[in-house]
T-cell receptor, first 110, second 115 residues
Framework: SQKIEQNSEALNIQEGKTATLTCNYT??????LQWYRQDPGRGPVFLLL?????KEKRKERLKVTFDTTLKQSLFHITASQPADSATYLC?????????FGKGTKLSVKP | KAGVTQTPRYLIKTRGQQVTLSCSPI?????VSWYQQTPGQGLQFLFE???????NKGNFPGRFSGRQFSNSRSEMNVSTLELGDSALYLC??????????????FGEGSRLTVL
């Protein structure tokens, strides 16, 4: 069965540093992968989508890479700020629907 | 443009009861997906409806069912509630559905507690 793993449940970094979150998937080849942000008590909010034929996608301070050989996506937040503290979810497409990872809770300390 | 609206936001039920949750998608969106979110399992896909037809279904027992109306509003029902059904139920709408590479717009969720 399809499996999605996000590198760690929690990641703590200092303000101004780059946060790197990892999403690994097994047993399938998604046509695309999405990243979402979720704040406590709220629904997830879409951030970025990257297709299998794209190596990298950027949006302001966010960058996503997609390595179909390694079956891995990396999500970077540069110049991180305390307001970036949230849970980040990756969601590859599998058999017609998005399968979400359990998320990585990012805490950015001032 | 109004976002995705889910009702009720909070509810408490007892084992054996049933519950119906409602979702109003963004105007113009024809796809509605439902997810269950728990601390242990994360977001788990329940089903997706597109133009009143169930297009995809996750690995949940038959106690979980849903439907979509002609105005794209959707309801999901859980019968014979179990303690393990306590969760945040999230609805998400999109223009072309999950196959169309469109982003999902989530509601705030309905938090169900089963006692």
């Amino acid at each position: 069965s399809q499996k999605i793993e996000q590198n760690s449940e929690a990641l703590n970094i200092q303000e101004g540093k780059t946060a790197t979150l990892t999403c690994n998937y097994t047993n399938y080849s998604p046509a695309y992968l999405q990243w979402y942000r979720q704040d406590p008590g709220r629904g997830p909010v879409f951030l970025l989508l990257i297709r299998e034929n794209e190596k990298e996608k950027r949006k302001e301070r966010l960058k996503v890479t997609f390595d179909t050989t390694l079956k891995q996506s990396l999500f970077h937040i540069t110049a991180s700020q305390p307001a970036d503290s949230a849970t980040y979810l990756c969601a590859p497409l599998a058999h017609g629907n998005l399968i979400f990872g359990k998320g990585t809770k990012l805490s950015v300390k001032p | 443009k109004a976002g995705v609206t889910q009702t009720p936001r909070y509810l408490i039920k007892t084992r054996g009861q049933q519950v119906t949750l409602s979702c109003s998608p963004i105007s113009g969106h024809r796809s509605v997906s439902w997810y269950q979110q728990t601390p242990g399992q994360g977001l788990q896909f329940l089903f997706e409806y597109f133009s009143e037809t169930q297009r995809n279904k996750g690995n949940f027992p038959g106690r979980f069912s849903g439907r979509q109306f002609s105005n794209s509003r959707s309801e999901m029902n859980v019968s014979t509630l179990e303690l393990g059904d306590s969760a945040l139920y999230l609805c998400a709408s999109s223009l072309g559905g999950q196959r169309g590479t469109g982003e999902l717009f989530f509601g705030e969720g309905s938090r169900l507690t089963v006692l």
